[in-house]
């Protein structure tokens, strides 16, 4: 039952999507790359990409040794 609670509200979520976003042309982009078809999804995975690759560079900076508080 909680299956189909959740897939009906992805289909819910994603028909409203279509009918507001795109056909009655609401929430439009400032630029026109913005209007590309998962272009937030991309975003997303770019900035999440970005800040592990950080993290990863800047703990090889900040760590210590282990043996450094003997």
Known sequence: ???KI???SCAVILVLH????KFMHL???YFDFEELPAFGALIG???TLFIVIFAKSLSKVV???EDYYD
């Open 6 to 8: 959740i897939y009906l």
């Open 27 to 29: 929430g439009h982009g």
């Open 45 to 47: 995975l770019i900035g």
């Open 63 to 65: 760590t210590k040794r």
């Open 1 to 3: 039952m909680g299956r």
């Open 18 to 21: 279509i009918i507001l976003i």
